[in-house]
């Protein structure tokens, strides 16, 4: 769990049911910026000469390739947030919504980059409930060649926690906050409502 003051402060904005649309994308993608510099910690660096104005030096620059894979829809609102630090980073898009009757994923778009099984893949969805469609977000990435995987989202429930580790227990997740349960209808509790209709102001 990615642990940060201003971290706290922003998800707490998204939990507040008085934010609108406008604020509460703000603050995702100021949270996503963050996340981004946490997981970015991880990524393995070179050794490359540079010449400065004055003088040659050494120095260091990341090794491999980035992509980031937001989960539509909702995962396009922390896309900004990667891209600030990471730039070069490719984006993917897979579409998945869940079936509201049976709480299942129904899978709706793909549209992958390349050079893939090369990158350093970051799949990312605010939410993390039953982690059916992160499992299966996951499970189309590695049919296209992914290996190096890694899932981050905002908050998670521990039976979307659970789903995601016995699926693919490879696959490092980062989260903001892990909260109590799912109800009834499979929302997390607390949470911070449907992410994708908040951020899009569609509720």
């Given at each position: ?193 449907d992410a994708g209709d908040r951020v899009f102001g569609t509720v």
């Amino acid at each position: 769990m990615v642990e940060h003051p201003v971290l706290a402060d922003r998800l707490s904005v998204l939990r507040d049911r008085e934010t609108a649309h406008g604020a509460f994308r703000q603050a995702l993608f100021e949270a996503a910026a963050i996340m981004a510099v946490e997981v970015a910690r991880e990524l393995p660096v070179r050794d490359v000469e540079i010449e400065t104005p004055l003088e040659p030096t050494r120095g260091l620059r990341l090794r491999d390739e980035v992509a980031v894979v937001p989960v539509l829809r909702a995962g396009l609102g922390m896309v900004e947030g990667f891209l600030r630090l990471l730039p070069d980073a490719r984006v993917g898009h897979v579409g998945i919504y869940r079936d509201e009757q049976e709480h299942v994923p129904v899978s709706y778009y793909e549209r992958l980059p390349p050079r893939l099984p090369s990158s350093r893949v970051y799949v990312l969805d605010p939410m993390l409930a039953t982690g059916g469609s992160a499992v299966s977000a996951l499970e189309r990435l590695k049919r296209a060649g992914a290996r190096r995987l890694e899932l981050v989202c905002l908050v998670a429930a521990p039976q979307g926690l659970e789903a995601v580790q016995r699926a693919h227990p490879e696959v490092p997740v980062w989260t903001a906050a892990v909260d109590r349960e799912l109800d009834e209808n499979a929302y997390i509790r607390p949470g911070l409502g449907d992410a994708g209709d908040r951020v899009f102001g569609t509720v």
